[in-house]
DNA sequence: GCGACAG
DNA sequence: ATCTTGTCGC
């Protein structure tokens, strides 16, 4: 799914003489919490028959504009709209009758269906552990895989580039990244992944982690520097009274697939070195070069 | 103004 | 996540 079009089709619907808001915008893509991704989406618009400038705040003021917000204000006098003291009267102006499928909520629907297929029990052999991250430029994301057998050392490296089609959104980080961690996983059979992001971690349980293991039936484990959701007691992290995690150090431990809390956090401490195990360190670090590298050759 | 939501 | 330089300190 590509959110950025999918929001496009949505702000074409915007007639003139009228405006919308980041936040109506938003829920029209199914949730709120999109907000301020439509804003960054809005800014890197490529096509000019999307009338950017009709999105506002949701209090009438103008919010930004990419070329300047005086160009924003000419284009929106052009169509008539007044502007008083840089705000817009919404209960004149507002268009909130967008046609759409809510395309946020589908995929919302899709996580609680695949989630069924999650196991958190143990399920795994356990002689190579593979990190993966990615890092990102404006418009390409660089994925990178690295491959550790038992003793710690690293058996099997590689990267990817692809273009971005969808944004950053709390709780939707899978739809941004697993394009690029199924491309990574191609041809490779590690015992367990770790991936940069929560597992169970995620208020429908269901984090990028989990996604992963549960798509392409890998174990895999989440490991996050900020905690999503959920509430912390001594080091164990609940969300909805059930134990999703445990905080190691200063990250966040979550089981993805095939895998229990307990030995999630095991296998984490056993490869932990500098506050993060290397596996996913590595990756980091691999995939950050590689697009300083791609851009400047 | 505060709280705050992975990357 | 990215934008960004040097600098102080273990």
Redesign the pocket.
Known sequence: MNLYEEMYKLVKQIPRGMVSTYGCVARALGDI?AARAVGIMLNQNPYKEVPCYRVVYSDGGLGGYATGVEKKIALLQRDGIEIRDGKIDLKKYLFDDFETTYPLKRLREEQERLRKRMRIEDDFEFSTVAGM?????KRYAYGAYVEFDREGNIIKKKVVKRKIDFP?I?????YRELPVFSELIQNERPDVVMI???GLL?PRLF???CHFGVVHDIPSI?I??????GEEREKSIFVNGRKVGVKVGKIYVSPGHRISVDSAVSITKRFMKYSMPEPVRQAHILA?ET?REDENP
Not at 170 to 174: I, K, N, S
């Open positions: 919490r991250d990615i890092s990102y430029s950053y709390p709780t939707y980080l899978a940069d992001g929560n995620h984090g990028v982690a989440g996050a520097k900020k905690k999503l959701c950050n697009r």
